[in-house]
Structure formats: C-alpha cells, structure tokens
C-alpha cells in the first residue's frame, strides 16, 4: 500500500514539474518574467557557490586542491549536481533512470563550465550563445 502510494506521488509530482516546463519557457519572452526566469537558473550557481566558497579552505589545507579552479570545480559540480539528484530519488524513493542521471550530470557540468557567465544577469540569457 505504501509503496503504491510512493509510486503514485512521484508520478504526480514528475507530472507537475514537467507540466511548468511549457509554462517557464513561454514565460521567458517576456521582458518582465524573463527576469525571474533567469534568476531561477542562477540558483543552483547560487548554492554551489556558497557550498563550495565554504569548502575551498578545507580541500586546499588538507587536499592542496583549489575547489574554485577550473578542472577541480567543474568535476565538484558535476558531482554535486549528480549527487543531489541521487538524494532525492532516494529520499523520494524513485529509480534513478540512466537519462535522468545524465541529465544531472549535464546541469552539473553546464554549471561547472559556465561559473564565470552565469555571475553577470546580461551574459546568462535564454537564447543568447555564451562564447569563451
């Protein structure tokens, strides 16, 4: 009963989410919304900022490692981005699906390599090609 129960709220719950998928992006064309939209996206940059600002001392004092670094902060994300969608099946109690996973993984990497273009609001548009 309680696993039907489970497997009934993570349907509605995916349901939902990926029902405002359509809604957040008809959204973002407008001049207004699209401002929110965008702070929105900058969120998970926000965290993993503060998380890994918080844990620089530490891994350069006992690991030599600069966290903020290009390399050491792209495979962080990934593996902070993959890890906390890992959390939240588990704590939801849902398969993690291979695709979902590479989607982690991705928004972990897109996040690891674009850090210094998502800190300005003009460089991090929807629809604006962001060149190194």
Not at 34 to 62: D, I, Q, V
Not at 76 to 101: E, N, P, Q
Request: glycine residues 10%; charged residues 15%.
């Amino acid at each position: 009963m309680i696993r039907l129960f489970t497997s009934v709220l993570g349907t509605v719950i995916s349901s939902v989410c990926l029902s405002f998928i359509p809604i957040l992006i008809l959204g973002s064309f407008s001049h207004r919304r699209g401002k929110g939209l965008r702070r929105f996206f900058k969120l998970p940059y926000y965290l993993y900022a503060s998380f890994f600002t918080w844990l620089t001392p530490l891994t350069e004092n006992y690991l030599g490692i600069r966290l903020l670094d290009r390399v050491p902060r792209i495979i962080a994300s990934t593996a902070l981005s993959y890890g906390i969608g890992w959390l939240g099946f588990r704590i939801l109690h849902l398969h993690l699906g291979f695709w979902v996973s590479v989607l982690f993984l991705a928004h972990g990497l897109f996040v690891g390599t674009q850090w210094k273009h998502i800190e300005k609001a003009e460089d991090f548009q929807m629809g604006v090609r962001v060149d190194e």
